[in-house]
Structures are given as structure tokens and as C-alpha cells.
């Protein structure tokens, strides 16, 4: 499966911004999508996951109730709304996928990766 990942940019704490991971090459609707995110000279780091099906969804704890992802199969693609961002919250975010039914939230579960989308929040 290929994956692109869009919607990145500049965006000010407090803010709002929408990611999207849009998906080809194969049934993307029975695959585990993430978000992961890496800042220069650090680990990449888990941000979100959703299982295939929608009814599992993980959060890293830095971002849980500000960050939301979600999916629409019939539209194959993932997404990332990232409400009241912070100035930590700044780089590059990946998308994968996965058709792993366990633990999507590490990073070596996922074999398909989009070229990532860069994110830059302001205070």
C-alpha cells in the first residue's frame, strides 16, 4: 500500500490543524493506520492509532484530548485533527499502515510508511 500523507504547515498554539494520510495500492480499509512524529536528532515517536476496523483507538499521552484521528474506508484515507497544538508538538508527522491486529502502537508493527508532512506551531 502507498501512503500520502498532507496537510501540514505552520499553525499557532491554540490552534487547529488537519492532516490527511490518503491510501492506495490495495484494500487499505483492512489495514491499522498510525500516526507517528519525529522532531530532528530524536526517536520517532507515536502520536495515534486506529485499528481496520475503526473500534480501537490509541493515543500517545502527550497528545490525548487535544488530537483526534479517524478514518474514512470508503474514502481510504486517515486523518489527524490536531486541536490546540503546542510549540512541542512541532515536526515531521508520518502516517503508516499496518495489517497487524496487535499492538499498533509501535512503530515497528507498521511495514508501510507515507513520506511524512511537516508541522510547525508557533507560540
Known amino acids: 500500500v502507498q501512503l500520502q500523507a498532507s496537510g501540514g504547515g505552520l499553525v499557532q498554539a491554540g490552534g487547529s490543524l488537519r492532516l490527511s494520510c490518503a491510501a492506495s495500492g490495495r484494500t487499505f480499509s483492512n489495514y491499522a493506520a498510525g500516526w507517528f512524529r519525529q522532531v530532528p536528532g530524536k526517536e520517532r515517536e507515536f502520536v495515534a492509532a486506529i485499528s481496520w476496523t475503526g473500534r480501537n483507538i490509541y493515543y500517545a499521552d502527550s497528545v490525548k484530548g487535544r488530537f483526534t484521528i479517524s478514518r474514512d474506508n470508503a474514502r481510504i484515507t486517515v486523518y489527524l485533527q490536531m486541536n490546540s497544538p503546542k510549540p512541542e508538538d512541532t515536526a515531521v508527522y508520518y502516517c503508516?499502515?499496518?495489517?497487524?491486529?496487535?499492538?499498533?502502537?509501535?512503530?515497528?508493527?507498521?511495514?508501510?510508511w507515507g513520506q511524512g508532512t511537516l508541522v510547525t506551531v508557533s507560540s
Open positions: 503508516a499502515a499496518s495489517e497487524s491486529y496487535g499492538s499498533i502502537w509501535y512503530g515497528n508493527e507498521y511495514p508501510y
